[in-house]
């Protein structure tokens, strides 16, 4: 199961994240309460390593923004949230890195429909930590996708049965509040589904 940690901001959460075992860590540079500058991704991203993928999350940034902040923070995947069209994705499929399309359960859900390397599933609302239907998505997606929306320690094992997704991704989960993360969570929830 993989499992991605989104909405980092802290060294200490990055590296409990890496020692918790994640197999990717969500870098915010968009419109959020966990929003990052580029710099301050460019510090996290240098301190993981490379087994451990380093996504940028954006969310209605035209491709140059992208393309821009990708660069300069050296994070080696890009998340386009939200209804991004099939063309964003075109535009930086030269950019070198993985590019990942995050959808609420009414879109597109054929993973690599938009030529993303990873699909995520998520709750209408990016970030909100709200749990939704999740066993509505099971069998549709098929392949390389995460769910995403509402999970947490005490929840991701139900999630999981229910959709069957080929891993999870979570932020409000592992945090005390928005944009504020607690190792000791982040280790419950790698716990939680390792277990
Ligand atoms: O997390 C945010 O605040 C956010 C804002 C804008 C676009 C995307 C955002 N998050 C992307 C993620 O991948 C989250 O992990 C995902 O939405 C699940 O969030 P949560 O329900 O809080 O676990």
């Given amino acids: 199961m993989y499992v991605k940690i989104c909405g980092l901001t802290e060294p200490e959460h990055v590296a409990a994240a890496v020692e918790a075992g994640a197999d990717a860590v969500g870098l915010v540079m968009t419109r959020s309460p966990r929003r990052i500058t580029v710099e ?15 996504v940028g999350v954006f969310r209605g940034e035209d491709p140059e923004t992208v393309r821009a902040a990708a660069l300069a923070s050296g994070v080696r995947a890009v998340q386009l949230h939200g209804r991004h069209p099939h063309g964003d994705f075109t535009a930086l499929k030269d950019l070198g890195v993985r590019l990942v399309r995050a959808v609420d359960a009414e879109a597109d859900l054929r993973c690599g429909a938009f030529d993303e390397d990873l699909l ?40 999981i049965a229910a959709a069957e997704p080929w891993g999870v991704d979570v932020s409000s989960g592992v945090e005390t509040s928005p944009g504020v993360k607690d190792p000791a969570l982040i280790w419950a929830f790698l716990t939680a589904v390792r277990g």
């Fill in 120 to 159: 995520i599933v998520d709750a209408p609302h990016a970030g909100s930590g709200l749990p939704w239907e999740w066993a509505a998505v099971r069998g549709r997606p098929s392949g390389r996708w995460l769910l995403a929306g509402g999970l947490a320690p005490g929840n991701v094992a139900d999630a």
């Fill in 40 to 54: 301050r991704a460019a510090e996290l991203a240098a301190l993981v390593p490379g087994h451990v993928l380093t």
